[in-house]
């Protein structure tokens, strides 16, 4: 059933001949007051500062201006994954990383190494395979990190040397699981073996501690909308010593993505393309607010709001995804609804009464889970606003659990008397 309601226009004082109109049904969205909550793992809140700084007007991207703007950002990139080597900015999301990390460093029929971690895992490995290359793809407990006996154990079985990559993922965002990167870095120092390591930091970087060069990373890759508090649209890539090296032999096609033109443009302080100009105004927006925090607050932060999360949904009698506390995310926690009830109709209803969005289950988690975002531009409020919206909608939906789950996230928050 429907109506019609019209208003009348003024223009210039006066009213038209005709009135503007719209269609009444009865799903007609009206004002909702307050903010939405956007809980997501990624795209994160992006905040009041950054917004502001890409409000800037255009300016000449091939100008002396635009080009001390992008020395300062590769310098400001070079310290957030803490590398003193090779930075590249891209206009894209962290897909385009993953496809410029493969598309430079290795030729087709090339052996890597890569585990089930979870659905951005599968996906990374599903790209190098329409590129040609030869990707192990190991069956893994998607509850658990992988492991650095695990990844050893495997270039310990590759005598001949086939294995050019190892593929891992820091931050699972599907699954809310951390690996342990600076364990896996050593025990490949260790092993001898010349295989590089690729390093999927899209939800880790500037959330948890990632190290490029002292842990031995090859290339670590990453994207705008999680950590560094950007809407998507850049991609960012560190490349090592060893990488750039590969980068001169390798064979995989590659222009949009290729590190030899962005290097030489990058050396002028310009892209070989028109870049995303005003997203690189939010960037340095950005790492001037993570500075001004201190990257170990930064990290800590993160820890806590993971830690408080948790100890809100084993309150509520439900399960946290990560099956080990110390590889539980600090971006982004999963969480189990028990059996017989969907996690996608859960979200449903907490985004219809309490206008907050939860992220959804991927791949074989469709509809078992529900992801609770606590990374990016949060404080201890703001979460415990999220928790609470959590909570309500477990009792509007029905979905059986104890309460007192914001109590015990606020516990946490208040340990030793700080809450920020």
Known sequence: MEDRVCWPLRFGGKLPFAAACRIRTESIVTYRSGRHFLQLPGPTNTPERVLRAMSKPTIDHRGPDFQALTRRL???????????????IYPAS?????????????????RVLAFEQGF????????????????????????????????ADALAEDSDGRIRAVMVVHNETSTGVTTDIEAI????????????????????????????????LDVTLTGSQKGLMLPPGLAMVAAGPRALA?????????????????????ERGFF??????????????????LAEEGFDEVFDRHARFGRATRAAVRAWGLDVYAQNEEEASAAATAVLVPEGHDADALRARILDRFDMSLGTGLGP??????????????????????????????????VPHDGGGVDAAMNVLTQNGEAT
């Open 94 to 110: 962290g897909s385009g990383a993953w496809e410029a990390t493969i598309a430079n460093t290795l030729s087709p029929g090339d």
């Open 365 to 398: 988690l469709k509809g078992k889970v529900f992801r609770i975002g606590h990374l990016g531009d949060l404080n201890a409020l703001s979460l415990l606003g999220a928790l609470a919206g959590v909570e309500m909608g477990l009792r509007l939906a029905g």
């Open 74 to 88: 590769l310098d400001g990139m070079r310290e957030v994954f803490k590398t003193e080597h090779a930075t590249f």
């Open 185 to 216: 870095g050593r025990a490949m120092r260790a092993s001898g073996h010349p295989a590089m390591l690729f390093v999927d930091a899209v939800s880790s970087l500037v959330v948890t501690d990632l190290r490029h060069d002292e842990w031995s």
């Open 120 to 151: 951005f895992a599968g996906k990374w490995a599903q790209i190098g395979r329409r590129f040609g290359l030869d990707v192990d793809l190991r069956p893994w407990s998607m509850r658990e990190g992988v492991t650095p006996e695990t990844v």
């Open 272 to 289: 070989p393309y028109t870049p995303a100009t005003h997203l690189l105004y939010g960037l340095e927006e950005a790492l001037a607010m």
């Open 246 to 266: 590969a980068a001169e032999s390798a064979t995989l096609p590659n222009s949009y993505w290729s590190w030899t033109d962005q290097a030489a443009f990058n």
